[in-house]
Protein backbone atom coordinates (compact mmCIF):
# COMPACT_ATOMS: atom_id res chain seq x y z
CA UNK A 1 0.00 0.00 0.00
CA UNK A 2 1.67 3.35 -1.10
CA UNK A 3 1.34 6.87 0.74
CA UNK A 4 0.90 10.24 -0.95
CA UNK A 5 0.52 13.58 0.87
CA UNK A 6 -2.01 16.05 -0.86
CA UNK A 7 -1.62 19.64 -0.06
CA UNK A 8 -2.37 21.69 -3.17
CA UNK A 9 -3.71 24.69 -0.56
CA UNK A 10 -5.96 22.69 1.29
CA UNK A 11 -6.34 20.91 4.56
CA UNK A 12 -3.34 18.08 4.38
CA UNK A 13 -4.71 15.20 3.42
CA UNK A 14 -2.97 11.40 3.61
CA UNK A 15 -3.88 9.37 1.12
CA UNK A 16 -3.13 5.26 1.08
CA UNK A 17 -3.57 3.17 -2.57
CA UNK A 18 -4.53 -0.54 -2.21
CA UNK A 19 -6.43 -2.81 -2.86
CA UNK A 20 -9.51 -4.11 -1.31
CA UNK A 21 -11.14 -8.14 -1.22
CA UNK A 22 -8.02 -8.73 -3.63
CA UNK A 23 -9.36 -7.07 -7.02
CA UNK A 24 -10.78 -3.57 -6.38
CA UNK A 25 -8.21 -0.85 -6.56
CA UNK A 26 -9.17 1.89 -3.29
CA UNK A 27 -8.09 4.65 -1.97
CA UNK A 28 -7.73 5.40 1.75
CA UNK A 29 -8.14 9.02 2.29
CA UNK A 30 -7.79 11.36 5.77
CA UNK A 31 -6.48 14.35 6.84
CA UNK A 32 -3.19 14.91 8.80
CA UNK A 33 -3.64 14.35 12.16
CA UNK A 34 -2.32 17.38 12.92
CA UNK A 35 -5.61 19.11 11.09
CA UNK A 36 -7.67 17.45 13.32
CA UNK A 37 -6.62 19.73 16.08
CA UNK A 38 -8.77 22.31 16.28
CA UNK A 39 -11.93 19.96 16.06
CA UNK A 40 -10.80 18.26 18.84
CA UNK A 41 -10.17 21.76 20.48
CA UNK A 42 -13.79 22.55 19.68
CA UNK A 43 -15.65 19.19 20.62
CA UNK A 44 -14.08 19.50 24.12
CA UNK A 45 -15.21 22.94 25.09
CA UNK A 46 -18.54 22.26 23.27
CA UNK A 47 -19.08 20.42 25.92
CA UNK A 48 -16.55 22.33 28.71
CA UNK A 49 -13.58 20.51 28.76
CA UNK A 50 -10.51 20.98 28.25
CA UNK A 51 -9.87 17.43 27.22
CA UNK A 52 -11.74 14.78 26.43
CA UNK A 53 -12.37 11.45 24.30
CA UNK A 54 -14.06 13.17 21.26
CA UNK A 55 -15.98 10.72 20.21
CA UNK A 56 -17.57 10.30 23.42
CA UNK A 57 -18.06 14.28 23.87
CA UNK A 58 -19.57 14.70 20.70
CA UNK A 59 -22.48 12.35 21.30
CA UNK A 60 -23.15 15.19 24.38
CA UNK A 61 -22.88 18.62 22.11
CA UNK A 62 -26.87 18.24 21.60
CA UNK A 63 -25.97 17.86 17.63
CA UNK A 64 -29.39 18.07 16.49
CA UNK A 65 -29.72 21.70 17.73
CA UNK A 66 -26.14 22.32 15.41
CA UNK A 67 -27.61 20.73 12.24
CA UNK A 68 -29.83 23.76 11.01
CA UNK A 69 -29.56 26.10 8.44
CA UNK A 70 -28.35 28.57 10.30
CA UNK A 71 -25.73 26.41 11.70
CA UNK A 72 -24.68 25.17 9.02
CA UNK A 73 -24.41 28.27 7.02
CA UNK A 74 -22.09 29.45 10.18
CA UNK A 75 -20.09 26.81 10.62
CA UNK A 76 -16.97 28.13 9.50
CA UNK A 77 -17.23 30.86 11.96
CA UNK A 78 -17.40 27.88 14.56
CA UNK A 79 -14.28 26.57 13.26
CA UNK A 80 -12.95 29.97 12.53
CA UNK A 81 -12.21 29.15 8.90
CA UNK A 82 -13.36 31.41 6.21
CA UNK A 83 -17.10 30.96 4.18
CA UNK A 84 -14.97 29.62 1.24
CA UNK A 85 -13.65 26.54 3.68
CA UNK A 86 -16.85 25.01 3.70
CA UNK A 87 -18.47 25.48 0.04
CA UNK A 88 -20.92 22.87 0.64
CA UNK A 89 -22.26 24.98 3.92
CA UNK A 90 -23.10 28.38 1.45
CA UNK A 91 -26.14 27.67 0.46
CA UNK A 92 -27.65 25.51 3.11
CA UNK A 93 -31.49 24.84 3.49
CA UNK A 94 -33.81 22.34 4.28
CA UNK A 95 -33.86 20.63 1.47
CA UNK A 96 -29.99 20.44 1.88
CA UNK A 97 -29.95 19.64 5.30
CA UNK A 98 -32.37 16.36 4.09
CA UNK A 99 -30.50 15.01 1.82
CA UNK A 100 -27.51 15.16 4.18
CA UNK A 101 -29.14 13.62 7.07
CA UNK A 102 -30.50 10.59 4.83
CA UNK A 103 -26.78 10.27 3.60
CA UNK A 104 -25.59 9.12 6.79
CA UNK A 105 -28.46 6.87 8.27
CA UNK A 106 -26.25 4.49 7.62
CA UNK A 107 -28.41 1.79 9.45
CA UNK A 108 -31.17 2.78 7.00
CA UNK A 109 -33.80 3.03 9.85
CA UNK A 110 -35.35 6.17 7.96
CA UNK A 111 -34.17 8.44 10.93
CA UNK A 112 -30.75 9.83 11.80
CA UNK A 113 -29.46 9.10 15.28
CA UNK A 114 -27.06 11.23 17.37
CA UNK A 115 -24.56 8.74 16.43
CA UNK A 116 -24.96 9.47 13.02
CA UNK A 117 -25.32 13.36 13.13
CA UNK A 118 -22.31 14.03 14.98
CA UNK A 119 -20.61 12.09 12.14
CA UNK A 120 -22.25 14.25 9.73
CA UNK A 121 -21.34 17.55 12.03
CA UNK A 122 -17.94 16.78 12.24
CA UNK A 123 -17.66 15.65 8.67
CA UNK A 124 -18.69 19.33 7.65
CA UNK A 125 -16.54 20.70 9.99
CA UNK A 126 -13.47 19.24 9.58
CA UNK A 127 -13.26 17.29 5.97
CA UNK A 128 -16.38 18.32 4.20
CA UNK A 129 -15.52 15.83 1.41
CA UNK A 130 -16.88 12.87 2.95
CA UNK A 131 -20.29 14.56 3.42
CA UNK A 132 -20.39 15.40 -0.06
CA UNK A 133 -19.07 11.89 -1.42
CA UNK A 134 -21.95 10.14 1.10
CA UNK A 135 -24.88 12.73 -0.15
CA UNK A 136 -23.67 12.45 -3.97
CA UNK A 137 -23.77 8.33 -3.82
CA UNK A 138 -27.32 8.39 -2.36
CA UNK A 139 -28.57 11.42 -3.93
CA UNK A 140 -26.97 12.70 -7.17
CA UNK A 141 -25.30 9.22 -8.15
CA UNK A 142 -25.06 9.33 -11.86
CA UNK A 143 -22.80 12.45 -11.57
CA UNK A 144 -18.92 11.48 -12.57
CA UNK A 145 -16.70 10.87 -8.54
CA UNK A 146 -15.18 8.14 -7.64
CA UNK A 147 -17.11 5.52 -6.18
CA UNK A 148 -17.68 5.93 -2.12
CA UNK A 149 -17.07 2.81 -0.31
CA UNK A 150 -17.25 4.10 3.44
CA UNK A 151 -15.39 5.04 6.32
CA UNK A 152 -13.84 4.17 9.52
CA UNK A 153 -12.45 6.10 12.07
CA UNK A 154 -11.16 9.27 10.50
CA UNK A 155 -10.44 7.78 6.60
CA UNK A 156 -12.49 7.10 4.17
CA UNK A 157 -12.54 4.46 1.98
CA UNK A 158 -13.55 5.51 -2.59
CA UNK A 159 -12.56 3.98 -5.97
CA UNK A 160 -9.14 3.43 -6.51
CA UNK A 161 -7.18 2.66 -9.96
CA UNK A 162 -8.08 5.98 -11.99
CA UNK A 163 -5.40 7.62 -14.43
CA UNK A 164 -4.38 10.98 -13.94
CA UNK A 165 -5.61 13.44 -16.63
CA UNK A 166 -1.99 14.54 -17.25
CA UNK A 167 -1.18 11.41 -18.04
CA UNK A 168 -3.07 11.40 -21.53
CA UNK A 169 -1.81 14.73 -22.71
CA UNK A 170 0.17 13.04 -25.18
CA UNK A 171 -2.48 10.72 -26.41
CA UNK A 172 -3.60 10.63 -29.92
CA UNK A 173 -5.75 13.65 -30.76
CA UNK A 174 -8.95 11.86 -30.85
CA UNK A 175 -8.54 10.53 -27.54
CA UNK A 176 -8.11 14.10 -26.39
CA UNK A 177 -10.65 15.32 -28.15
CA UNK A 178 -13.10 12.54 -26.66
CA UNK A 179 -12.06 13.58 -22.77
CA UNK A 180 -12.44 17.27 -23.93
CA UNK A 181 -15.79 16.47 -25.27
CA UNK A 182 -16.72 14.67 -21.53
CA UNK A 183 -15.46 17.39 -19.25
CA UNK A 184 -17.61 20.04 -21.45
CA UNK A 185 -20.32 17.21 -20.66
CA UNK A 186 -20.21 16.98 -16.92
CA UNK A 187 -20.26 20.81 -16.99
CA UNK A 188 -23.41 21.04 -18.65
CA UNK A 189 -24.62 18.10 -16.64
CA UNK A 190 -23.89 20.03 -13.54
CA UNK A 191 -26.26 22.66 -14.70
CA UNK A 192 -28.79 21.51 -15.83
CA UNK A 193 -29.53 17.76 -14.67
CA UNK A 194 -33.35 17.94 -15.22
CA UNK A 195 -33.28 14.90 -12.90
CA UNK A 196 -31.58 16.73 -10.08
CA UNK A 197 -33.36 18.94 -7.88
CA UNK A 198 -29.55 20.90 -7.16
CA UNK A 199 -27.52 23.30 -9.52
CA UNK A 200 -23.97 21.81 -9.21
CA UNK A 201 -21.33 24.46 -8.91
CA UNK A 202 -17.97 23.76 -9.27
CA UNK A 203 -14.85 26.06 -10.27
CA UNK A 204 -11.85 23.25 -9.20
CA UNK A 205 -11.15 22.24 -12.45
CA UNK A 206 -7.45 21.31 -12.63
CA UNK A 207 -5.35 18.58 -14.16
CA UNK A 208 -4.68 17.08 -10.85
CA UNK A 209 -8.21 16.74 -9.91
CA UNK A 210 -9.66 15.30 -12.83
CA UNK A 211 -8.84 11.90 -13.41
CA UNK A 212 -10.16 9.09 -16.21
CA UNK A 213 -11.45 5.52 -14.32
CA UNK A 214 -11.09 1.98 -15.85
CA UNK A 215 -14.12 2.22 -18.17
CA UNK A 216 -12.62 5.77 -19.52
CA UNK A 217 -14.99 8.09 -17.85
CA UNK A 218 -13.51 11.28 -17.02
CA UNK A 219 -14.15 11.64 -12.70
CA UNK A 220 -13.83 14.41 -10.67
CA UNK A 221 -11.33 13.45 -8.02
CA UNK A 222 -11.88 15.79 -5.39
CA UNK A 223 -15.21 16.87 -4.41
CA UNK A 224 -14.42 18.57 -1.36
CA UNK A 225 -15.36 22.21 -3.24
CA UNK A 226 -18.41 21.14 -4.68
CA UNK A 227 -21.49 23.67 -4.30
CA UNK A 228 -25.41 22.16 -3.76
CA UNK A 229 -27.88 24.85 -4.84
CA UNK A 230 -31.37 23.94 -3.91
CA UNK A 231 -33.20 24.49 -7.38
CA UNK A 232 -36.17 26.18 -5.38
CA UNK A 233 -33.50 29.24 -4.71
CA UNK A 234 -33.20 29.65 -8.65
CA UNK A 235 -37.15 29.96 -9.47
CA UNK A 236 -37.62 33.40 -9.35
CA UNK A 237 -34.75 34.29 -11.55
CA UNK A 238 -35.52 36.23 -14.40
CA UNK A 239 -32.58 34.41 -16.38
CA UNK A 240 -32.00 31.59 -17.09
CA UNK A 241 -29.16 30.15 -19.39
CA UNK A 242 -31.26 30.00 -22.32
CA UNK A 243 -32.49 33.47 -21.81
CA UNK A 244 -29.12 34.28 -22.10
CA UNK A 245 -28.47 32.93 -25.44
CA UNK A 246 -31.51 34.84 -26.50
CA UNK A 247 -31.35 37.80 -25.08
CA UNK A 248 -28.43 40.12 -26.68
CA UNK A 249 -28.58 42.84 -24.60
CA UNK A 250 -26.67 41.54 -22.12
CA UNK A 251 -23.26 42.56 -21.50
CA UNK A 252 -20.66 39.92 -21.80
CA UNK A 253 -19.41 38.32 -18.36
CA UNK A 254 -15.54 37.95 -18.29
CA UNK A 255 -13.29 37.84 -15.84
CA UNK A 256 -14.42 41.49 -13.60
CA UNK A 257 -18.02 40.49 -13.88
CA UNK A 258 -17.07 36.96 -12.67
CA UNK A 259 -14.86 38.06 -10.28
CA UNK A 260 -17.73 40.38 -8.83
CA UNK A 261 -20.32 36.90 -8.33
CA UNK A 262 -17.06 35.03 -6.50
CA UNK A 263 -16.47 37.82 -4.18
CA UNK A 264 -20.66 37.87 -3.46
CA UNK A 265 -21.33 34.11 -3.78
CA UNK A 266 -18.20 33.39 -1.02
CA UNK A 267 -18.78 36.05 1.27
CA UNK A 268 -22.22 37.62 1.06
CA UNK A 269 -24.22 37.80 4.19
CA UNK A 270 -26.99 36.55 2.15
CA UNK A 271 -27.22 33.42 0.84
CA UNK A 272 -31.15 34.33 -0.64
CA UNK A 273 -29.15 37.20 -2.86
CA UNK A 274 -25.86 35.22 -3.83
CA UNK A 275 -27.20 31.30 -4.23
CA UNK A 276 -29.70 32.75 -6.34
CA UNK A 277 -27.71 34.13 -8.48
CA UNK A 278 -25.57 30.75 -9.13
CA UNK A 279 -27.49 30.04 -12.67
CA UNK A 280 -26.50 33.29 -14.62
CA UNK A 281 -23.09 32.51 -13.53
CA UNK A 282 -22.68 29.07 -14.04
CA UNK A 283 -20.91 29.61 -17.43
CA UNK A 284 -17.86 29.79 -15.41
CA UNK A 285 -17.78 26.40 -15.25
CA UNK A 286 -17.24 26.52 -18.89
CA UNK A 287 -14.45 29.00 -19.07
CA UNK A 288 -12.61 27.64 -16.25
CA UNK A 289 -12.59 24.05 -18.08
CA UNK A 290 -11.54 25.98 -21.56
CA UNK A 291 -8.87 28.03 -19.71
CA UNK A 292 -7.42 25.63 -17.32
CA UNK A 293 -7.85 22.50 -19.15
CA UNK A 294 -8.70 22.73 -23.05
CA UNK A 295 -7.28 25.86 -24.29
CA UNK A 296 -3.22 25.67 -25.58
CA UNK A 297 -3.37 28.91 -26.82
CA UNK A 298 -0.53 31.15 -25.41
CA UNK A 299 -2.84 34.14 -23.91
CA UNK A 300 -4.94 31.39 -22.30
CA UNK A 301 -2.08 29.60 -20.22
CA UNK A 302 -1.50 31.56 -17.20
CA UNK A 303 -1.95 30.81 -13.93
CA UNK A 304 -4.49 32.47 -11.61
CA UNK A 305 -6.50 33.63 -14.70
CA UNK A 306 -9.71 34.74 -13.61
CA UNK A 307 -8.68 34.94 -9.60
CA UNK A 308 -9.96 37.91 -7.90
CA UNK A 309 -6.62 39.04 -7.45
CA UNK A 310 -4.69 38.11 -10.36
CA UNK A 311 -3.88 41.56 -11.35
CA UNK A 312 -1.07 41.75 -8.19
CA UNK A 313 0.05 38.23 -9.31
CA UNK A 314 3.41 37.70 -11.16
CA UNK A 315 2.12 36.44 -14.44
CA UNK A 316 3.14 32.13 -14.35
CA UNK A 317 2.72 30.41 -17.09
CA UNK A 318 0.46 27.11 -16.46
CA UNK A 319 3.19 23.91 -16.54
CA UNK A 320 0.34 21.79 -18.40
CA UNK A 321 0.02 21.57 -22.17
CA UNK A 322 -3.56 22.47 -22.89
CA UNK A 323 -5.52 19.27 -23.33
CA UNK A 324 -6.60 20.08 -27.25
CA UNK A 325 -2.89 20.85 -28.26
CA UNK A 326 -1.95 20.40 -32.15
CA UNK A 327 -5.28 19.83 -33.22
CA UNK A 328 -5.74 18.74 -37.12
CA UNK A 329 -4.99 21.20 -39.35
CA UNK A 330 -8.17 21.54 -41.07
CA UNK A 331 -9.79 21.96 -37.68
CA UNK A 332 -7.53 24.15 -36.01
CA UNK A 333 -9.09 27.40 -36.80
CA UNK A 334 -12.75 26.40 -35.75
CA UNK A 335 -11.21 24.81 -32.35
CA UNK A 336 -9.33 28.01 -31.63
CA UNK A 337 -12.23 30.16 -32.44
CA UNK A 338 -14.27 28.43 -29.96
CA UNK A 339 -12.09 28.38 -27.78
CA UNK A 340 -11.51 32.00 -27.61
CA UNK A 341 -15.17 32.45 -26.79
CA UNK A 342 -15.76 30.22 -24.07
CA UNK A 343 -12.59 31.52 -22.21
CA UNK A 344 -13.41 34.98 -23.23
CA UNK A 345 -17.05 35.48 -24.50
CA UNK A 346 -17.46 38.53 -27.15
CA UNK A 347 -21.55 38.92 -26.42
CA UNK A 348 -23.61 37.77 -23.60
CA UNK A 349 -24.72 33.97 -23.67
CA UNK A 350 -21.67 33.33 -26.13
CA UNK A 351 -19.58 31.12 -23.79
CA UNK A 352 -22.64 28.83 -23.35
CA UNK A 353 -23.31 28.35 -26.80
CA UNK A 354 -19.49 28.02 -28.05
CA UNK A 355 -18.92 25.85 -25.41
CA UNK A 356 -22.01 23.31 -26.42
CA UNK A 357 -20.45 23.86 -30.03
CA UNK A 358 -16.89 22.51 -29.07
CA UNK A 359 -18.05 19.67 -27.42
CA UNK A 360 -20.07 18.54 -30.02
CA UNK A 361 -17.28 19.37 -32.37
CA UNK A 362 -15.07 17.33 -30.28
CA UNK A 363 -17.29 14.32 -29.92
CA UNK A 364 -17.33 14.05 -33.54
CA UNK A 365 -14.00 12.73 -33.59
CA UNK A 366 -14.47 10.31 -31.46
CA UNK A 367 -17.19 9.23 -33.57
CA UNK A 368 -14.82 9.25 -36.60
CA UNK A 369 -12.81 6.77 -34.95
CA UNK A 370 -14.70 4.30 -34.46
CA UNK A 371 -15.42 4.62 -38.05
CA UNK A 372 -12.55 4.43 -39.17
CA UNK A 373 -11.61 7.55 -40.90
CA UNK A 374 -8.76 8.70 -42.19
CA UNK A 375 -6.85 10.50 -39.12
CA UNK A 376 -3.59 11.45 -41.33
CA UNK A 377 -3.48 14.75 -40.46
CA UNK A 378 -4.00 13.79 -36.94
CA UNK A 379 -1.18 11.56 -37.25
CA UNK A 380 1.75 14.09 -39.01
CA UNK A 381 0.45 16.71 -36.35
CA UNK A 382 1.17 14.07 -33.22
CA UNK A 383 4.33 13.15 -35.02
CA UNK A 384 5.46 16.69 -34.86
CA UNK A 385 4.68 17.28 -31.31
CA UNK A 386 6.52 14.25 -30.73
CA UNK A 387 9.46 15.26 -31.98
CA UNK A 388 9.54 19.33 -30.81
CA UNK A 389 7.87 19.27 -28.06
CA UNK A 390 7.34 15.78 -26.21
CA UNK A 391 7.49 16.82 -22.71
CA UNK A 392 4.14 16.85 -20.93
CA UNK A 393 5.07 19.94 -18.68
CA UNK A 394 7.47 22.47 -19.38
Known amino acids: MSQMIIAMGKPRKISYEGIWQKTHPVVAKSLMPSEFGFLDQH????????DCNVSTASLDMRISDLISIEGIRDLHKVMKKT???????????????????????????????????????????SNPEIAILK???KSLPSLPFPQYYGACGRFFLIEGGITPLDDFINEPFHVRASLGAQL???????????????????????????????????VVLDVEDMVLVDKTFLRNE??????LQRNRSHEPCNKQCLQQFTQQFMHSSDPSKSCSSVQRHGHMMYAAVCQRILSYLDDHRVEHFFNEDSENRSVRKSPYQGLLHHPPNKDKTSIEDLLQECVLETAAGGRVQAAEELRDYLAEFFQDDENGEDNDDEESEANEYDINDNSRKQ
Open 43 to 50: VCRSVKKT
Open 83 to 125: RSDIPIAICANEKLITQLKKAYDDDHDGKTSDAELAMLYTSLS
Open 135 to 137: LLT
Open 184 to 218: LQIVEEFMADDNSEFFVMFTEFSYENLGVNKDGEL
Open 238 to 243: EDSLES
